[in-house]
Structures are given as C-alpha cells and as structure tokens.
C-alpha cells in the first residue's frame, strides 16, 4: 500500500514460508488442537457489536452479526481516516515554552508552574480512524420462524458461517476477508433449490452517494470528514467537519458490492442489490480508499479508489467460492499454522459449550485449558486479519471500528497500546505482521524530525503520545488544552525504535537493521540533545511524565510534570544500549557509540522506595492512585531487559513490590501488562492469575475483561489487550531477552502436562518443546541462521549428536551452551 516501503517484505516472506514447511508438527500426540477447538461458536445472532465476529484480511474487515432475515456485515477498510498530512508550523512558541518549563524545574523545583509552562509544548489532536459502511442484508424466509440455529467462526481457517432451518430448508452464509483476493466474499446457500432470495443496502455514516455501478453491482462512494475531534473533548460545537474544497483534508472510499449466482435473477439500481430466487450466491465485497501515504494529500493527489477498487471487483468476481476459499485458507494457514499450542486437560466439555457460555464458566472458575489456547491463538488470528505487509498498523481497535467518534479516536496511542499490539509478533512466529508497525516508525520519523526542529529546536525525532495514519508526532492537547499527564509525554520514538531492534534480534537480518539504524540514531540524537544535567550531576529529562499517573509533590500538591521518571530513564538506558549494540553490529559510528556510552555513565539510575518498591518518580513521592493502571515505571522488566531476577535481583524484588502495591486490579491492557511483568519475575502462577483475570466475562469482572466475541474490554473495546495477552501467555513458555533460551520460566501449576510449537526466540530459533508434570520432556531447536545457542533448563538436558555439558547456573538452573548450524535442528532432552 505504501509507495514507500522501507522494509520490503517479500523475500524474507518467501524464506519464512519455505521454512514453515520444513518445521512441520510431526509428534503431536498428547493432547489434540482439535479444530473444533479452533472455533467461537453461538445459538443465536449477535444483538451488540461486542458479540459479532470479526474477520478481517489485514485492510478490509467485516463484523458479523448473524442474523438470519436482517444481516449487517459492519465494514472497515484500515486506511480510512479523517484529516489529512499532518500540519506543521502550528505552534512556533515550543522552545520557549521548553525553557519556561526547565526554569520552573531546574533548580526551582517548581511543579505547579511547571505544569503551566507546559502546555506551551501542545499541538493539535490527530485524527480518528472512521467506520466505513453497513452492508444489509434481508433474507426473504417466509413467516416462519428459524431453528437450529448456529454462528461461529473458525480461526485456524478464517471462516465465519451462519446456518439455520426454515420451513425445512437449510440456509448457510460463509464469509472470509481474503487476502490474496483483497475482497470479503459471502457465499450463500440453501438445502432447496431457487430458495435464496434478498435485497442488500449500502449506507455509510460518513457524507456518501450509493447508486448502480452497471454492472449489476452496488456502488457506494464516501468522503471522510475533514476533522474529527476525539471523543473526550466536548468543547467544540461542531466536532466532525467536511471540507469540500479540493484542500488536502477528507480522503474519498468506494465500496462496491456484487452477486454472481447460480439461478434465480439479479437486479442492481439506486436503491440497492437484489436476488430472486437462486440455488446459490456468491457476494463480492471490495473497497478502496484515495490515501496515498500519510504525507500525500488524498484529495488532490490521492489514489484513484473508484479504480482501484473496480479493479479488485473485476478479478475478485472472475473466481468461484471453492477456489477464492482454497487460496485464502492456504495464504492464511501458512501464517496460522507455524505455531500449535496445547495444554493437557481439555476435556470435550468446553467444546461443547457455545463461547458466550463457555466463557463465562471460565469466569466462574471452570477449568478449561482448551479455552486458554483458544484464546491464545485468538490473539494471533487477530494480527493476522489487522496487520498485513503493505497495510496500516493495527490501531486501537485493530481494524474494527463502528464509530465515527470512537473511543480515543481508535487511533494509535504510543504510550503503551500501539507497541503491545505487536507484542506477540516475532514471539509467536508472526514476523511479518509487524512491517505495518516498521513503515509506520519509519513515518513518524519523517514527520518526528520536524516537530523536533519546531517544538523543541533539537535534532533527531521525537514523537509524544498519539499518532494517526498521517503520522502525527507533536504533543496533542489542542494548543494547551490537554492535561500534560497524557498529552506531553514525548518518549515514543525510542520506544517504537526497540521494535527495530527486537526485529533483528529475533531474526539477525542485517539488511534490516542497516535500514533500521539511522531511524534508531534519529531518536538517541533527539533524547541526546534532551538531557540536562541536575544539580547531583545526573542526566536527567526535563519535563518528564509518567503515562499518565501524577503524584504528591514536596508540598502536598497533586503533580504530573517532573524530572527523570524513571519509565524516561529506563526508556533511554534501554535505547541507548540498543544503539550501541546495534552499532557494533554494523560495524559502524564508532563516535556516536562513544557519546551514548559516555552518557550512559551519567544518566539518573533507578532507585528502590522507602516501601521497598520501584521508585516512579524522582523522588519517592506519593502516587495521587496507588493503583493506577499504568505500571510504566516497569519498563526496564517488560518490555525492556534492564530488570531480572537472574541479573538483578534487588530491582526485581522492588518491582515485584510495586506491583503488589499496585494490586492485580486494572483494564484490558493493564491486565495484559501484568502478566508479562509476573511472566518475568518467573512467577507462573502468578501471571497465570492475572490470565484468569483478564479472560472474564464482564458481567463477573470490575475492571477489564472479555466480551462474548472475545474481544478484549478496557472497557470499552481495545485490541491491545488481546495481544498483549497473547505475548503474556508466550513469556510464561519461552523468554530470551537475555540472549538465552529460557525454557519455561513460568509455568504455573494449571499448565503441568502441554506441548508448543513453532516459538520463536532471538537469536533466530524456532522452538518446540513438550512437558509433563511441570517437568520439560524434550525440546526441539531449529537455528535459522546458526548462532551459538545458549539454553537455561530446570534440568541437565543431553543434545542429540552432540557433546554439551549442562553447567549449574548460580541463578536458576542450568546452563548448557551449544554453536549451531544454519538450518541446524537440535533435539535436547532430560537427562
Ligand atoms: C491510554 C490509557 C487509557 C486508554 C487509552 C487508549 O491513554 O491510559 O487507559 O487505553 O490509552
């Protein structure tokens, strides 16, 4: 999609695919992921949206409903947003503002004034992401009423069906979003023949027309709105506007919508498409947007959707249901499949139950590992269908939204949500799902580069807490409006870069990270020019925030804007080291490696609080909410490396402490955080509690939870907790952060029998491993590119074919140390 791809993906794409075959599953025998497993099931339609079922093919996305005589398939297309490129020269007072701010903190120690000052840093909010349009569809069935009724949709094949009687007939519906045909196809049939009949309407809450497109199909063209305000300001009186100038705000769509049937007689006019009396239909969904990149105006030189869009009708309609279902199943599974998950324990029971009642026995207490790895897998189907090569990232909602005012505008929020979207991707043999994340960085370091020169006068990029498809990198807030406890926070592009560099370390492709290298320079000049020095003679960021959590000052004021909280510190600490060990990597910028380690030196380190926790803040201030959902504070334990019980046992003692005072408590995403942190502090079962927590209906849970369609509730819907989910329960398995495979470092006691495979580790191995009664049978190393292979077991394990020798490690079990072959497969067992 992007004219620009920085990390072109197709021939890492090709290698993947190859390799995914040569690690075909071949002993899994313990326990089956039976595909009936594999699938969210219903008895009846979806009254709500939060139980309609997603499909999505990476940029176009439907949500089900199921009904039988009044079908809505909710429809997205992910570049679809408001605006356009993002304004500059917006606000010229920045570096004012920023001395402003350093006077009141630096040496005054003014936070109040501080706070004020600020605000001088914002710009203006970014744009939403838009629904697209509703497809309806009424199904003539005659008065009777349906009976056996079922919806489901299987995530090991990508496939949503709806199936029921009436009058004896029965009528199904299956739909998939499929990538290589970039349509949604519904295909319908019934038990009788001439027994399909229906009328279908287009309609958009966007500014459309709908009409014939002459060719018996529908077409629908839509214009999205010039500006939309996030859904939590209210002060303007007209929060949405169009702009019908040939000016660069409100990109256009097409959608267009045709039958091709088996008998019966169609007909297309302006007030929709309708069917009489077929055997069989098969529905061709395609849409298409004007966006051509987030610095391209999309009105006047914006892609021609219309085009486009007839273009992917055209070939889409030339192929018949059997063969569009075979090519998207083989392009989906070959994603999919790689990774295969099962825990001993699952009984049919759970299977039996549809997902609205399974859940909530599992909310209740019910044991249902079968359900776990369901929902396990779940995460991964979701960035399959949200996040393809070539496509927007997955934002909020991944590419689900039906609002035209969504919550926080379902668009990337940088602080958290956006990079634990991607979490789940190099771990969980996903790779590639995250480029849409690398083209983005790569935007933002574009747009970055200049909010850098204008709001702060220093070099490199920098980006603050929200982004859009038009790459936004300034402080948002509308000019001052916006509390700097969200709004200012400006660490994000280190942040993002650590998904380059995990990038690598998960694949050692030094292509990529040649690429990837001056973006993460980009970001460390930034912060490099950031720091100051405080009157300890520590580096130190100032101002400085903690998402979004304030804190009591000296004087007993609530404050937010501060010195060198210690997520800053750790974020630079962590960047820096990343830098330089990307650096040696490359062999290059001997003199940049030389600034950063000086600096490193300096940089205001971590400190353990007066309750033996984690400090947050500069000084061991009171948090306003002690149990805020942010645990940002925790960075340096996950997603960062600086914090471990095997390296540094003190700091995990006090992280362990800050998240016990923080209590287990939180939304979606809070939850997920946490499982990953108890992931890494090695406490399976711990971090297994948290997993139950987050998997509860929420009718049961007080804070986050899940709805019926499995999504994740903060509440209300955001994706990240899904993914961040996935990850959490991938950490508890698998941990190589420390250039180590540490092979389950937190298995809780409801996981003692499972097996996996497909995991990926740095250092560029697959793994599979098989256990039993907590105890790990064998494991299986596949080295991609043949580095040395270090392993922490519980256990002395023997290689097969090779001579190692397990040594007992003074942390936690053993070490065994092994060089490995390019393609290399390595069996390790129990001695
Ligand atoms: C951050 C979080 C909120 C929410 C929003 C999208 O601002 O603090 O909880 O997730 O992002």
Not at 700 to 705: A, E, L, N, P
């Amino acid at each position: 999609m992007y004219n620009r791809l920085l990390f072109s993906p197709t021939s890492r794409l090709r290698l993947l695919t190859a390799l995914s075959f040569v690690l075909s599953f071949s002993s899994f025998s313990v326990i089956a992921q039976t595909s009936n497993n594999m699938k969210l099931w219903y008895k009846q339609p979806a009254t709500k949206w939060t139980e309609a079922l997603p499909i999505g093919n990476g940029r176009i996305g439907a949500m089900i409903f199921g009904n039988p005589s009044d079908e809505l398939l909710q429809l997205n297309e992910s570049s679809f947003w408001s605006g356009g490129p993002a304004r500059t020269n917006v606000n010229l007072n920045g570096p004012a503002a920023l001395a402003a701010t350093r006077k009141a903190l630096l040496p005054n120690e003014d936070y109040a004034e501080a706070n004020k000052q600020v605000k001088g840093l914002q710009g203006l909010y970014t744009q939403s992401y838009m629904p697209l349009a509703d497809l309806k569809l009424k199904q003539e069935l005659g008065n009777s009423s349906y009976e056996n009724y079922t919806r489901d949709l299987s995530i090991d094949k990508s496939i949503s069906s709806v199936m029921f009687t009436v009058d004896g007939v029965t009528y199904k519906r299956e739909m998939i979003a499929s990538f290589p045909a970039k349509a949604i196809i519904v295909h319908l049939t019934a038990s009788k023949p001439g027994k399909i009949s229906f009328k279908t309407a287009l309609t958009s809450q966007v500014r459309y027309t709908v009409a014939a497109d002459g060719s018996d199909g529908l077409l629908l063209k839509a214009k999205a709105p010039a500006q939309v305000d996030p859904n939590y300001i209210g002060y303007n009186k007209e929060p949405i506007k169009y702009d019908d100038s040939t000016n660069c705000r409100g990109m256009r769509a097409a959608v267009q919508v045709k039958a091709i049937t088996k008998g019966g007689k169609t007909n297309a006019d302006d007030t929709g498409l309708s069917v009489t009396g077929a055997d069989e239909v098969t529905l061709y969904i395609c849409a298409a947007t004007s966006f051509n990149s987030f610095d391209q105006c999309p009105v006047k030189n914006g892609k021609d959707e219309l085009s486009l869009c007839n273009n992917m009708m055209q070939t889409a309609s030339r192929t018949g249901w059997s063969a569009l279902v075979a090519a998207h199943t083989t392009d989906y599974a070959k994603y999919f499949n790689r990774l295969k998950f099962s825990l001993a324990g699952s009984d049919a029971a759970g299977e039996q139950l549809p997902t609205n009642e399974r859940l909530l026995a599992f909310s209740t207490g019910a044991k249902d590992p079968g359900f776990e790895t369901l929902f396990y897998q779940y995460g991964r189907y979701l960035l399959i269908s949200s996040s393809r090569p070539g496509g927007p990232a997955a934002n909020l909602q991944g590419i689900w939204n039906k609002e035209l005012r969504a919550p926080w505008s379902s668009n990337y929020t940088i602080n958290i949500n956006t990079q634990m979207n991607y979490w789940p991707a190099a771990i969980s043999n996903l790779e590639e799902m995250e480029y849409p994340l690398f083209d983005l960085i790569k935007n933002l370091s574009v747009t970055g580069v200049v909010t850098a020169k204008q709001y702060y006068n220093m070099r490199g990029w920098v980006a603050h807490h929200n982004t859009d498809i038009w790459a936004s990198s300034n402080a948002v807030g509308d000019m001052g409006k916006g509390d700097p406890l969200w709004a200012n926070w400006y660490m994000a592009a280190p942040w993002l870069s650590r998904h380059l560099f995990e990038h690598y370390r998960f694949t050692q492709d030094k292509q990529f990270l040649k690429n990837a290298y001056p973006i993460m320079k980009g970001a460390a000049e930034f912060l490099s020019d950031f720091l100051v020095t405080d009157k300890n003679g520590y580096l130190v960021t100032a101002p400085s925030f903690s998402p979004e959590n304030d804190y009591i000052d000296d004087k007993g004021k609530h404050a937010n804007t501060s010195i060198a909280t210690t997520m800053d510190m750790s974020i630079i600490r962590d960047h820096f080291r990343n830098c330089i060990e990307a650096a040696k990597a490359l062999n290059t910028d001997p003199q940049f490696v030389k600034l950063l380690e000086g600096k490193m030196a300096k940089l205001y380190p971590l400190h353990i609080g007066k309750k033996g926790n984690l400090q947050e803040w500069y000084k061991d201030w009171e948090d306003v909410d002690p149990h805020h959902r942010h645990v940002s504070h925790l960075f340096g334990l996950h997603p960062g490396r600086e914090i471990t019980p095997l390296l540094t046992p003190d700091f995990a003692n006090a992280a362990r402490k800050t998240l016990e005072l923080r209590g287990d408590a939180g939304t979606g995403w809070s939850l997920a955080w946490k499982i990953n942190f108890w992931a890494r502090l090695l406490d399976g079962n711990h971090a297994y509690k948290l997993e139950r927590d987050l998997m509860r209906d929420l009718s049961v849970s007080k804070g986050g939870g899940l709805y019926a369609n499995l999504f994740d509730a903060h509440p209300p819907f955001q994706i990240d907790g899904n993914f961040g989910a996935t990850s959490g329960m991938t950490e508890m398995l698998l941990q190589s952060h420390l250039d180590e495979l540490h092979l389950l470092p937190a298995l809780p006691d409801a996981w003692a029998t499972g097996k996996i495979s497909g995991l990926k580790a740095r250092g560029a191995f697959t793994v599979d491993m098989d256990w039993k009664d907590k105890q790990l049978v064998s494991a299986t190393i596949t080295s991609v590119k043949g580095s040395k292979c270090v392993v922490r077991t519980s256990a002395p394990v023997s290689v097969k074919g090779i001579n190692v020798k397990s040594v007992q490690s003074a942390q936690s079990g053993y070490l065994t140390t092994f060089a490995t072959k390019p393609g290399g497969v390595y069996v390790l067992t129990i001695k």
